[in-house]
């Protein structure tokens, strides 16, 4: 069975400049997570979709990132513009959804370098 | 709200040595528990997770963590470390079981040969 794919794996860019990545979630699975990990940190959520309705994106900095799960697969999450204190590795989870008991399935990160 | 202290930001054992690494969580519902491995460059592998059942759980790669309500604690231990268990460990913990996860600030474990 296929895992979280993400790509692309590490992207640099210059602040200021917009940046995109991608997620496909293992198939059959309803709910997906953003994460961004810091450097030396635990991941932190930033948004979670239920289906392509996003339920929990209270840590989002909606100023300049945006996501969307069009049809409830995969997702984009978007930083515009990018600062560089957005510089982390950007992690995608999915999991079965509500009501099963079992963990979320991680993908291997964007690592994002803004310059 | 919820939260998990992971005491140790660094730990470091000889090959063949046990492994503790510590976790206290804070939840004012029964919370459910994970431990992620993350290897360089890669995402978090889980190792084992807690979901209201038996109280000592047992995971991959020879881990396994005990649940302590009284101590608020979610201990993993290996008994004997293996060079490729150099990792980094987080403890996390959620209300539901595909709720968010909230991650500790993680334990760099390093094995001494």
């Known amino acids: 069975e296929a895992g979280v794919v993400q790509s692309p794996r590490y992207k640099i860019i210059e602040k200021k400049q917009p940046v995109a990545f991608w997620c496909n979630p293992i198939?059959?699975?309803?709910?997906l997570y953003w994460y961004r990990q810091n450097l030396g940190q635990g991941p932190e959520l930033l948004i979670r979709?239920?289906?392509?309705?996003?339920?929990?994106d209270s840590q989002l900095p909606k100023d300049r990132f945006s996501a969307e799960r069009l049809k409830g697969v995969d997702s984009t999450l978007k930083i515009q513009p990018a600062e560089l204190g957005d510089s982390a590795v950007y992690l995608c989870a999915s999991s079965p959804g509500a009501g099963n008991r079992t963990e979320a399935f991680f993908g291997q990160g964007t690592r994002l370098t803004v310059v | 709200a919820q939260s998990v202290t992971q005491l140790g930001s660094h730990v470091s054992v000889s090959e063949g040595a046990l492994v503790l690494l510590r976790c206290n969580y804070s939840s004012s519902v029964p919370p459910y528990l994970f431990w992620y491995v993350q290897y360089p460059n890669q995402g978090l592998q889980l190792l084992l997770k807690y979901t209201s059942a038996a109280t000592l759980v047992k995971g991959i790669n020879g881990f396994e963590a005990e649940f302590k309500k009284s101590e608020t604690s979610f201990h993993l231990t290996k008994p004997s470390a293996h060079m490729s268990d150099a990792a980094e460990y987080f403890c996390?913990?959620?209300?539901?079981?595909?709720?968010?996860?909230?991650f500790g600030t993680g334990t760099r474990l390093t094995i001494i040969p």
């Open positions: 198939s059959g699975h309803n709910t």
């Open positions: 996390a913990v959620s209300r539901f079981g595909n709720e968010k996860l909230t």
């Open positions: 979709y239920e289906n392509e309705e996003a339920v929990d």
